[in-house]
Nanobody, 125 residues
Framework: QVQLVESGGGSVQAGGSLRLSCVASGRTFSDYSMGWFRQAPGKEREFVAAISWNGGRTLYADSVKGRFTISRDNAKITVYLQMNSLKPEDTAVYSC??????????????????WGQGTQVTVSS
């Protein structure tokens, strides 16, 4: 069983920054691509960013490109999401997830099999 635990959420003003962390259990963390998703109240879950098993490839939603950076430290079994220039529309619960396969990175929620509980990010104007 894989467990994912996010931290680092909070409340910031527009233009501020936050760094989210997602710590995984299990020895196979480094074999899998990981992703960050977010869900705002009354909205569908939305892809944010993904990273390949070795960090060599990344993928971002257009809405966060240039502002957010995904990274990982396999030695610490942790994936990060650095969020800069935050906007009120970034307000959501942010969750990390592990992909079902080791081969690709994907923006599709159905391609991920383990999910964390999420951490709240609130950006005020």
């Amino acid at each position: 069983q894989v467990q994912l635990v996010e931290s680092g959420g909070g409340s910031v003003q527009a233009g501020g920054s936050l760094r989210l962390s997602c710590v995984a259990s299990g020895r196979t963390f480094s074999d899998y691509s990981m992703g960050w998703f977010r869900q705002a109240p009354g909205k569908e879950r939305e892809f944010v960013a993904a990273i390949s098993w070795n960090g060599g490839r990344t993928l971002y939603a257009d809405s966060v490109k240039g502002r957010f950076t995904i990274s990982r430290d396999n030695a610490k079994i942790t994936v990060y999401l650095q969020m800069n220039s935050l906007k009120p529309e970034d307000t959501a619960v942010y969750s990390c997830a592990r992909m079902r396969t080791t081969v690709i990175i994907s923006p599709t929620p159905g391609d991920y099999d383990y999910w964390g509980q999420g951490t709240q990010v609130t950006v005020s104007s």
